[in-house]
């Protein structure tokens, strides 16, 4: 039997859901940073409105914090159907906020008279329900990734989640990447096509070949198009200390994986298993054992059902492991977990009508 349902629809819940990823944040308060208005009236910077979310995401993520990433927020303004360019408003905001379990959520603006940037911020404290005093940063716009920097100290402050350490040693940190450079990432990952996304974050790259946030995105966006060998090359530069690191080795394992280089695929899938045990790690483990004809396979789809019971994903491709092991009433009790769960799963349907076609062979 050949008929392993796709690893894509497990994968899918770590690029998109904060229950994924979030996971290796147990008991991290979850922050949401919005896209802040641009209130100048000068041209030309409106892609600046989107690098609040990545620069202060960035800078005030930590084991106590869980940033919200812009997959998740673009999903959640989708459910809303609110326009990726719309802000709504606080009531919406509100609602949303509390869909997405957002213990605080950051809005701003910024202007810009010709010679001085100036942002300003506040957060919402969901549990509290209030708004704390604004705070606000300002510089040439030169200096406009210090500016975001400073910005992010004063927003922890307002959150009681200062790091250790003075703000100037703070805001110096960020300081590895070019002005230049940031903004071809960040008009790479709004743009409208995939050839300039591809374009602007080569350009990025070019421009700051240490800049892994840049790699990281370059390395989604070949994914996406599924050029799996330049996927594989770019995810594959990011060093395991990177902060990025985790979801790199996420995407490379996928990658490997549509690339049919299952070696690789479980290399980096082990890699994660080490800082992330989670029972999609497990599961995505036990897919590739299958391909690689491993007696894992079944050990691993055990684990990744003992951690979550509830995933019918999990029992199906258990279900498929025991079939190649003629385990057949096994097999059969996988399924109808499945099937107790989501009756029109056609697929579960399918390979339960073959086993006990082949059962009654049998007989």
Known sequence: MNFFRSAIRVVACLLLSTTCFAQGHAGAETLLVLPFDNTSKAPGLEWISES?????????????????????????????????????????????AEQMDADYVVIGHYTFDGNTFTASAQALD??????????????????????????????????????????????????????????????????????EKISRLREANRLNPNYMRATLQLGKAYLENREYDQAVNWFSRIPKSDPAANEASFDLGLAAFYKGDYERSAEAFSFLLTRLPIPAIYNNLGVIAGRRGKR????????????????????????????????????????????????????????????????????
């Open 126 to 195: 969901m549990k509290a329900l209030k708004l704390e005093p604004a705070v606000s940063s300002s510089g040439p716009l030169t200096t406009l990734i210090d500016i975001q920097s400073a910005l992010a100290w004063e927003l922890l402050g307002e959150m009681q989640r200062l790091p250790p350490g003075t703000k100037e040693d703070f805001v110096r940190a960020s300081t590895g990447v070019r002005l230049d450079a940031f903004e071809n990432y960040i008009r790479g990952i709004i743009a409208g096509t995939r050839a």
């Open 296 to 363: 894992s396979e079944a050990d691993y789809l055990q684990k990744a059902i003992a951690a979550d019971p509830s995933d019918g994903d999990y029992h199906f491709n258990l279900a498929v492991a025991l079939a190649r092991n003629n385990e057949t009433a096994a097999a059969v009790r996988q399924l109808h977990e499945v099937l107790n769960a989501h009756p029109d799963d056609a697929e579960a349907k399918s390979l339960l009508e073959q086993l006990s076609g082949a059962a009654i062979a049998n007989v």
């Open 52 to 96: 609040f979310p990545e620069l202060l995401g960035q800078r005030m993520s930590s084991p106590a914090t869980y940033v919200i990433n812009r997959d998740e927020r673009l999903l959640a303004f989708d459910r809303f159907g609110i326009p990726q360019t719309l802000h709504p408003s606080l009531a919406t905001l509100y609602r949303m």
